[in-house]
């Protein structure tokens, strides 16, 4: 093996999870600044039912410093406006696993970034336009996001030695955690102390500086790296030998799409991320409008749930390379586990919280421990396809994530049509969904997942030796 200190490919890890912080501080900061960026005059009005629980007032809060625009945007638009990401972001999933594959992974992710960067910085113009302005920059946005998971997992294809797998790439994606517990809090601070159109500028001026360090220090394999000893570069293409068969031009597709293994990681990574955008996307309209947090609160007490995430995600990695590559345990032993852990644990508490009616402490507690069991799953599925076929890792992340990614294009837009009058029983039916098609993918993926590389993975890199 090779030392960890210092070492290329974490390197590449800690500059991958920069690079995903800012993807996720400039998709969600959106979901807090709306709540600032709507008319309370307006909404109260055209609201057909007061939310039943009372204001929160403990601690006293200082004056909003409210000076920017707001608008008048009933509960279907800001369904629209906050769903409209995603239909970018599907668009460029299968495209980007394919163009990674074949060009390299290092541009298609950086330049993937930087258009949504741009596309942020535009963002408090296209409002001031209208509504349609908005919702087109958003889905530009989601065009240049969705190559990125894509992207990276082809890098980590020629980067990650397989029993490194599990740590490597939850350091990498933790960044999407962490980008959502500080960008959630942050963005209501600078609401309040600013206004909403800064959180856009501060998170896009974020954005542009991780792309300087990326484009000067990340590089497709560790073949093409100048600065990598050359103990490491042997000991990650040694360790991958045995499995890397890329080659664009022989991509067995039939194989692909008919594979149960992956059609068993498609299913739980929709039923997931159905829970995961529903709450991501609509988490602080939620504390705005049923338990009546502040501004300031609203992003702080969001977070909450994010953080949780991101330390059991942290946690299962290294609990499930340990019990790997210690204790020998099956690798498809543990991705099922740690899936069914990470969502049916969800499902469970997400219910229990639509039930708290305004206990603050409680529903914020279950909501909190709901997302964080959902970290648990970085170790399961989520990371499936680089065991069943790592050549392929980047096209089979683009073909579930595509699936995944139509929760967050129609879970906003049915929840707010379903809580137009902002009551509980309104959004437990929302949590009631959610739970249930969580239940069904832990389901389907103990059925039919598995954790070894797939024969036609094999059968393509014998035929291209």
Sequence with gaps: SAPVCCSSRYGLALLSFYGFFVVYSLRVNLSVAMVDMLNSTHQSSTNHSTSVCPADTNPPQPKHNHTASVYNWDSETQGWILGSFFYGYILTQIPGGYLAGRFGPKWLMGFGILGTVVFTLLTPVAADLGAGYLIAVRALEGI???????????????????????RLLTISYIGAQLGTVISLPLSGEICFYLDWTYVFYIFGAVGLVWFILWAFLVFDSPNTHPRISE???????????????????????????????????????????????????????????????????????????????????????????????????????VRKVFSLVGMIGPAVFLVAAGYTGCNYTLAVTFLTISSSLGGVSASGFNINHLD????????????????????????????RALTSHNTIPEWQTVFYIAAAINLFGAIFYTIFGRGTVQPWAFVYFLHIV
């Excluded at 076929?389 to 579930?400: D, K, N």
Aim: hydrophobic residues 45%.
């Design 388 to 415: 069943i076929a790592p050549s392929y890792a980047g096209i089979l992340l683009g073909i579930t994530n595509t699936f995944a990614t139509i929760p967050g294009m129609v879970g906003p837009v049915i929840a």
């Design 231 to 333: 103990q490491e570069r042997l000991y990650i293409t040694d360790s991958l030998k045995n499995e890397l068969s890329t080659s664009a031009g022989n991509i067995p597709w039939r194989a692909i799409v008919t594979s149960k293994p992956l059609w068993a990681i498609v299913v739980a990574h929709f039923s997931y991320n159905w829970t995961f955008y529903t709450l991501l996307t609509l988490l602080p309209t939620y504390m705005s409008d049923v338990l009546q947090f502040s501004i300031q609160k609203n992003g702080m007490l969001s977070a909450l749930p994010y953080l949780g995430c991101a330390v059991l995600a942290v946690l299962s990695g290294q609990v499930a390379d340990y019990l790997r590559e210690t204790c020998l345990y099956p690798t498809v032993h």
């Design 144 to 166: 240049g996001e969705g190559v990125t998971f894509p992207a990276m997992y082809t890098m980590w294809a020629a980067w990650a030695p397989p029993l490194e797998r599990s």
